[in-house]
Antibody
Framework: EVQLVESGGGSVQPGGSLRLSCAAS????????MSWARQAPGKGLEWVAN????????HYVDSVKGRFTISRDNAKNSVYLEMNSLRAEDTAMYYC?????????WGQGTLVTVSS | DIQMTQSPSTLSASVGDTVIITCRAS??????LAWYQQKPGKAPKLLIY???TLESGVPSRFSGSGSGTEFTLTISGLQADDFATYYC??????????FGPGTTVDIK
């Protein structure tokens, strides 16, 4: 059974940092692009970043460029999102997803709250 | 950047109705378009990918069509379990995915 489990969310002050993790099981994550998306409270979905199978290519939505870094450790079947210089508008549920010809599996999310 | 729009933003319907949601892209995404269903407090669920391919396990009352810049999601015979928010997403190339703003289907 395919599972994606996010962790690392929490409350942080503006300007702070967090590192989100996504542990994949039930499939070989190194065979797939992986993505992070987010959803602010009461708002729609926003794709945040994705990373190629071997980590050689990464892409980000403009609003997080220079602040967030996506990475992966295929030996651990894990994907990460390092978030720096956090802002109030980064407050959201963060989801990781298995990507490719279809984004078919999503985790249940980890909540990030940025507030003073 | 490719922008996605959806219409309507909210749709009131009854069980048994046929519902059509439209998604438009600001430039061609060929058929790299997916539809998701999301219920409150839950992760998105993939319904349709490559514009018209039904994801495994998704009821056949859901169907998708379109290519290029205009796409539709049709729910034929709305069921109680279908009241939710629906999002389209383009994934024409890996450099930038974009979601539409969502369409909420609620009970009339």
């Amino acid at each position: 059974e395919v599972q994606l489990v996010e962790s690392g969310g929490g409350s942080v002050q503006p300007g702070g940092s967090l590192r989100l993790s996504c542990a994949a099981s039930g499939f070989t994550s190194s065979d797939y692009w992986m993505s992070w998306a987010r959803q602010a409270p009461g708002k729609g979905l926003e794709w945040v970043a994705n990373i190629k199978e071997d980590g050689s290519e990464k892409h980000y939505v403009d609003s997080v460029k220079g602040r967030f870094t996506i990475s992966r450790d295929n030996a651990k079947n894990s994907v990460y999102l390092e978030m720096n210089s956090l802002r109030a508008e980064d407050t959201a549920m963060y989801y990781c997803a298995k990507s490719g010809t279809k984004n078919d599996y999503w985790g249940q999310g980890t909540l990030v709250t940025v507030s003073s | 950047d490719i922008q996605m729009t959806q219409s309507p933003s909210t749709l009131s319907a009854s069980v048994g109705d046929t519902v059509i949601i439209t998604c438009r892209a600001s430039q061609s995404v060929r058929t790299w378009l997916a539809w998701y269903q999301q219920k409150p407090g839950k992760a998105p669920k993939l319904l349709i990918y490559k514009a018209s391919t039904l994801e495994s396990g998704v009821p056949s009352r859901f169907s998708g069509s379109g290519s290029g810049t205009e796409f539709t999601l049709t729910i034929s015979g709305l069921q109680a379990d279908d009241f939710a928010t629906y999002y389209c997403q383009q994934y024409d190339n890996y450099s930038l995915f974009t979601f539409g703003p969502g369409t909420t289907v609620d009970i009339k």
